[in-house]
């Protein structure tokens, strides 16, 4: 099929390796307009975004998420979720003040956020960019909500490294259809399923072509590993959603 947003879309790749050239204005400009082009929930535009320019902030963000090669990046957004601009346009009344601080709310701008996201993605690559989402800023969300100044009612969710790629990286392997897309209800797996054995399979062999990093790897070892993280190494995020005025309560 000769479409070029399909190609753009299914021949995605991360791209951490960046050459010097940084992005025009022009090309930020873009890239924002692509994002406040994107769905957002009950069209009430629940997000910010930040160009993180500043070489300081840039070397904290690349200690904070571990990966320092953000600082070489061509651009560097901050996607933050953000109820704190409607706070300052509803009248304060008991329920506008319940609605701010809300799951849901909370919950819609974090949606707004990362779809706008994507679709900064997707039109970076449709330009000749590379890019790579890092929800890695939320090793220490504290650091950066005081980093930005970011004010109660909003909460980073997403980090964006955008620029000219100076790498192009083998396509992986995804889940196949029929273990992530099901007709009418759920459909559990188990571990022993075949559809997932030939994944694990595959996910082997490309982990042993790949041109770096070339290890034994399985998608199953892969999720047992993620799991098998220390659970308190992100335990401040409700800590830093308490701070900046969200509410998980049931009760509230």
Known sequence: ??????????????????TAEKLTAD?????VSAAQHAA????????????????????????????????????????????YRNAQLAPKTDTTIANLHSADKLLAGIFDAAIATEAMVTA????????????????DTLRVISLFNLPKLTFPVLGLAV???????????????????????????TADNPVLADYNRLITAYYH???????????THHIITEMSRDPKQRAEILVALAQQGFSLSAAD
Do not use: C
């Open 209 to 219: 072509e790949r041109g770096s990093n070339q290890r034994d790897e399985t998608f």
């Open 40 to 83: 957002t929930s009950t069209f009430s535009q629940q997000y910010s975004i930040i160009s993180v320019t500043d070489p300081h902030k840039l070397a904290v963000l690349g200690e904070i998420t571990g990966h320092h090669w953000l600082e070489s990046a061509g651009h560097y957004f901050l996607l933050v979720a953000d109820q």
């Open 27 to 31: 090309e930020v400009a873009t890239l």
């Open 124 to 139: 970076g690559e449709s330009l000749g960019l590379g890019s790579t989402i890092m929800g890695s800023i939320l090793n």
């Open 163 to 189: 620029g000219h790629p100076a790498e192009k990286p083998a396509l992986k392997p995804h889940l196949p259809q029929e273990l992530v897309h099901f007709d009418n209800d759920y459909q559990p797996i």
């Open 1 to 18: 099929m000769n479409n070029p947003t399909l190609t753009t879309l299914l021949t995605h790749r991360s791209v951490r390796k960046f």
